[in-house]
C-alpha cells in the first residue's frame, strides 16, 4: 500500500513539474540564439528583424536595468557589429538570471516555486556560459533553497543566508 502511494506521488510530481521545462518557451533564449544564429552566419538584415521583434522584451529589460538595450542592440546589427550584438545579448541573459533569482529570494519559503524558477535561471545560465565554477555556484544556490522531502523522507532545511552569498557570487562572476 505505502509503496502504491509513493508510486503516485512520485507520478504526480513528475508530472506536473516536467511540462514546465519541456513547454516552458524562454523567450529570452530563443530570441538570444536566433539572433546569434543570424549573426555568426552573417545574416545581419536577419539578426535586426529578430531583434525589432523582441522590441518588447529589450525594452522591458531596459526599465529593469536602467540602461538602454534595444537601440544599442540594433544599431550593433545595422553596423554589422557582431562582437557587440554578443555582449549585448549575453547581457539580456545576465538580466533575466538576476531577475529569476530576485524572484526565488522574495518567494524563498516557496520551495516548488522557487525550485522551478532556478530550473529557469540554470537554462539562461546554460545558454549564457560553460563555466564550471558558474554551474557549480548554481548548484549551491539549488541546495541552498532545501528541499521538504517526500513524506519527510529526504528532507533539506533552507538557509537564506547561503542562498544570498551564492547568488551574490555567481551575479558578480557572470557580469562583467
Known sequence: MLKTIITFLLFTFTTWSCPFDEAGIEVTIVAH????????????????????????????????????????????????????????????????????????????????????????????????????????TMKKILKSIGNPGLMGMGKRSADKKIFQMNKKQLLDSINP
Open 33 to 136: 540564439n536566433n539572433i546569434s544564429k543570424a549573426v555568426k552566419s552573417g545574416d545581419f538584415k536577419k539578426a535586426s528583424n529578430e531583434i525589432i521583434k523582441q522590441k518588447e522584451l529589450y525594452e522591458y529589460f531596459e526599465k529593469s536595468d536602467k540602461k538602454p538595450l534595444y537601440v544599442p542592440l540594433l544599431h550593433a546589427s545595422k553596423q554589422k557589429d557582431a562582437i557587440k550584438i554578443k555582449k549585448l545579448l549575453d547581457h539580456s541573459l545576465v538580466l533575466e538570471i538576476k531577475e529569476l533569482l530576485d524572484q526565488v529570494e522574495n518567494n524563498f519559503d516557496k520551495y516548488q516555486k522557487s525550485r522551478l524558477l532556478l530550473i529557469k535561471a540554470k537554462k539562461h545560465l546554460k545558454t549564457l556560459t560553460k563555466n564550471k565554477k558558474s554551474m557549480q
